[in-house]
């Protein structure tokens, strides 16, 4: 028994330092998303940091229109990064948990 706890302790330990790494990882995976028929851009990292705005010239005349379509690219993409970032370190968590009976469904 004492042996399956120390086993277990070392996939916890091992499956951490995996969801470190793939956390450091996202910080290079791009999502980008647009808005207003392509007047604004948004490219973010899949750890949701924002890379860049480009915004399309005929907005800057229009302030409200800006901030609403600014708004709706931002949201769509921290939307789809966290999809990303749930996937990727879920996945790193499914594989690494150890398997405790009666929890077989806990991370799917």
Do not use: C, H, W, Y
Not at 22 to 33: A, F, I, M, N, P
Not at 37 to 44: E, P, R
Not at 90 to 96: D, K, L, P, Q, T
Request: net charge negative; charged share 35%.
């Amino acid at each position: 028994m004492f042996g399956d706890m120390m086993g277990m302790m070392g996939k916890l330990k091992e499956t951490r330092k995996k969801i470190e790494e793939t956390k450091k990882r996202l910080d290079q995976v791009l999502v980008t998303e647009s808005a207003g028929n392509g007047a604004v851009t948004v490219v973010i990292t899949a750890n949701r940091e924002v890379r860049e705005i480009t915004l399309d010239d005929r907005l800057l005349k229009d302030r409200e229109e800006l901030t609403d379509t600014l708004i709706l690219a931002l949201n769509k993409a921290i939307t789809r990064a966290g999809e990303v970032q749930e996937a990727e370190l879920g996945a790193v968590a499914r594989e690494g948990m150890p398997q405790i009976p009666g929890m077989d469904g806990l991370f799917k």
